[in-house]
């Protein structure tokens, strides 16, 4: 199981028996009066032989005596258990009021804490031997001192030392060194007997034994002292040790070693002193070599920084270059299509000077490649278009101008001119562009077309004349005879609107004038009103013949029978979904109608051809004794459109 929490080491108590601490890449950005606090909290938090992993650039060297390191490259250190351990500076975890409230004397104990294991080691020390004693760990620095122990060490000059050698009495750290040396290297116990070392002007005669101590994975060193006779004045132990009877041969030599056991001494402190210098050395060349390799770790994240940045660099090149690719292949796409619809098409900037154009656009314009920046007035062209620069600069100005049909000077053919504006990604006029497409034979269709419909009009007139002259032979003079020709004849009318329109559509405001022309319209007998509306040829047919059916009737029967009578033709648009064309007819002034007996065969063909040909209804009924018809057809693009033809833009009524 994993816990993962939140938790600081500067101002969270420190956790206890832990396996490991990881702590990578933290304390290089802290001072070092914070890196002294930190690492024996970690030696506090970790179990015995626990272990410690740092950064790369993260050391202890400074705190060797409570980490041993195992992997110095890999940085990876163990929590020594045989060591003297300083107080933790807790009082930092207590709460504000309680730390004020804490005595001087508690925030400067000095007392040092013992581990389970040095307790262990010194009972063991006490209870084979039982003088004073010292243990140390294989450095030589001091981890646990007996009572007592001041008659043969004392502090040495200088700051705070806890080397044992450095701290030895005259006439001791020469045996005592030896003494550790050879126990290291044996692992077994020392034993130096008759050592002659000065206490307080005295001498006093010891033995002095070192034992090694395994505990663990770690060896510690008992260093035990053990007087040897009572303590004498110097000059009594000089004369004790030469009898009156050496001679001065004997006398000299061991003045002269004595003199060289001062001067051996003299070394030795020299090369303590020598040793203190090259440990501080040391100590500033770590501090050096953690701030160089702090600095080494910032430029190796330097570097990965400008690795990921070259990456995202070569990724946005990539990506530019595709860009580049598929710009190119959509440039061919296009130029492949311009070539390939012959389509003539110039693009131009707001001063109409020429940006590129289609090989089509050399028919029509004296062009080469080099005309590019050129003005397209300054060309030479081919085609009848004089208003070509007034049309260009309408639409840079934003009009709008439509589409024209040019001819070529040669008279060969002809083009329809389309000139639309250029417009850039903010929807902004930054030019012309002008097409001109080939319609020379799209015209020789439209005049083949107008000669046929020429001779199929003519020749519907004709047919139309024939069967009304058998009508007018064969059939008595009665209604119906009468009927037939009227009817013919209304087609002929219907047919002379549709034929002038190319038999596109037809005005329906045309069909009913042409329908009631015969009838008169002076005096306002007639009323013809509504808006501008086209109809299709079929629409147009069944329209017409319901005209006809209702003006023959109104001419025989209704208003039109009368001199007083009135005839009111109109037409609305009603609705929205769908929309609808209304017609309506109504006469006044008529004799009164009381009612419709059976339909005749006008009134069913009013009916029926609106509601099955065109989808409508018709309706025939008696108003205020007057005629009405409403006639209601889909206002679809399959039966009419709005608006007037070109060859009709007026919409008042015919006088």
């Known amino acids: 199981m994993c816990i993962f929490s939140a938790h600081s080491v500067i101002r969270d108590p420190p956790f206890s028996r832990l396996d490991l601490i990881s702590c990578r890449n933290l304390l290089i950005y802290l001072r070092p009066g914070r890196q002294a606090q930190i690492i024996p909290l970690f030696h506090y938090a970790l179990r015995p032989s626990g ?16 980490f041993t390191s195992l992997d110095r490259k890999s940085r990876i250190f ?44 010194a009972n063991t020390i006490v209870e084979h031997f039982a003088p004073t ?19 043969y060490l004392q502090p040495a000059a200088g700051p ?109 402190e020299e090369l303590e002193t020598a040793n203190e210098e090259f440990r501080s050395s040391n100590e500033e060349l770590l501090s050096v070599n953690e701030e160089l390799q702090s600095t080494n770790e910032e430029l190796e994240t330097s570097k990965e920084e400008l690795q990921s940045v070259n990456e995202e660099l070569q990724t946005v090149n990539n990506e530019l270059s595709n860009k580049i690719e598929e710009l190119d292949r959509a440039n061919s796409d296009l130029n492949n299509l311009f070539r390939s619809t012959q389509i003539a098409t110039i693009f131009l900037d707001r001063n109409l000077e020429i940006r590129s154009f289609t090989p089509a656009v050399t028919k029509l314009f004296n062009l080469i490649p080099s005309d590019n920046g050129r003005p397209l007035t300054d060309i030479v062209s081919r085609i009848d278009y004089p208003d070509l620069d007034q049309d260009m600069r309408r639409v840079c100005a934003g ?58 009009s003519h020749r519907v007139k004709n047919t139309l004349a024939v069967v009304s002259s058998i009508a007018e032979r064969t059939l008595s003079d009665d209604d119906a005879k009468r009927n037939l020709i009227g009817r013919l004849h209304a087609l002929g009318h219907t047919h002379d609107v549709l034929s002038e329109s190319g038999w596109t559509e037809a005005g329906l405001r045309e069909l009913i004038s042409a329908e009631l022309s015969p009838h008169g319209t002076g005096d306002g007998i007639l009323q013809i009103s509504g808006p501008p509306v086209m109809l299709k040829p079929q629409a147009a047919l069944f329209i017409a013949l319901a005209v006809h059916e209702l003006s023959t009737n109104a001419a025989k029967y209704g ?31 008529r004799p009164e109608v009381d009612g419709f007996g059976s339909p005749g065969f006008g009134t069913e063909l009013i009916e029926r051809g609106i509601r099955f040909e065109l989808q409508g209804e018709a309706k025939l009924e008696a108003v205020n004794g007057g005629l009405h018809c409403r006639i209601v057809i889909p206002a679809n693009p399959q039966n009419l459109t709005f608006g007037s033809s070109r060859s009709r833009q007026s919409t008042e009524d015919p006088p």
């Not at 709008?400 to 070529?408: A, D, L, M, T």
């Open 78 to 121: 163990r929590r020594r258990d045989l060591v003297a351990r300083p107080p933790l500076p807790l009082q930092q975890f207590l709460p504000q009021m309680r730390r004020e409230a804490a005595g001087p004397e508690e925030n400067n104990s000095g007392l040092l804490q013992r581990s389970d294991t040095l307790r262990r080691a």
């Open 51 to 66: 272990y410690l992993f740092l950064g790369s650039s993260e050391n202890v060297s400074r705190h060797s005596e409570l």
């Open 133 to 151: 004693f010292v243990i140390v760990d294989e450095s030589g620095q001091t981890l646990y001192f007996s009572s007592g122990t001041g008659k």
């Open 399 to 456: 009009e709008e101008v439509p589409e024209r049909s040019v001819p070529h000077i040669s008279g060969s053919g002809y083009y329809l001119a389309r000139i639309l504006p250029y417009r850039i990604a903010n929807n902004q006029i930054d030019g012309v562009l002008l097409t001109f497409v080939d319609v020379t034979s799209l015209v020789a269709a439209e005049e083949q077309q107008k000669v046929l419909a020429a001779e199929l």
């Open 559 to 589: 208003a039109l029978s009368v001199p007083s009578g009135r005839v009111a033709v109109s037409w609305i648009i009603t609705g929205d979904r769908p929309p609808q064309l209304e017609i309506n007819w109504r006469e006044e002034g």
């Open 160 to 268: 705070p030392n806890r080397d044992i050698v450095g701290m030895c009495r005259p006439g001791l750290r020469a045996d005592l060194r030896t003494a550790l040396h050879r126990a290291k290297e044996t692992g077994q116990r020392v034993v130096r007997d008759r050592i002659h070392v000065q206490i307080n002007g005295g001498v006093q005669m010891i033995s002095l034994a070192v034992e090694p101590i395994i505990e663990g994975k770690e060896t510690a060193y008992g260093v035990v002292f053990t007087d040897r006779g009572p303590t004498s004045a110097q000059d009594e132990t000089a004369r004790t040790e030469r009898p009156e009877s050496q001679d001065a041969t004997v006398q000299l030599i061991e003045k002269e070693l004595q003199e060289t056991k001062e001067r051996l001494q003299s070394t030795i």
